[in-house]
């Protein structure tokens, strides 16, 4: 399931370590470490965040196709 853009800042993120599992996994394997941004929130530091724009590519480029080879027989 893809995930919702959380909008701080004006700036739509995803933070990975909140993504399901296998999306973690893979998502990290194909993205660059540059890709990650740490965001200083008024109560919090977040440092595994990706732009939501790198992750929707992703998920409908990479991670979709990924999982419609999965299931053939």
């Known amino acids: 399931m893809k995930a919702q ?3 701080d ?3 739509g993120y995803v933070q990975v370590s909140k993504l399901p599992f296998d999306q973690v996994f893979k998502l990290r394997e194909w993205l660059p ?3 990650f941004v740490k ?3 008024a109560d919090q530091i977040l440092e595994d965040c990706i732009q939501y724009s790198e992750y929707e590519y992703w998920f409908d480029f990479q991670y979709s196709g990924m999982n419609e080879f999965e299931f053939e027989i």
């Open 5 to 7: 853009p959380h909008i």
């Open 9 to 11: 800042l004006g700036t």
């Open 33 to 35: 470490q540059t890709s």
């Open 39 to 41: 965001l200083n929130l």
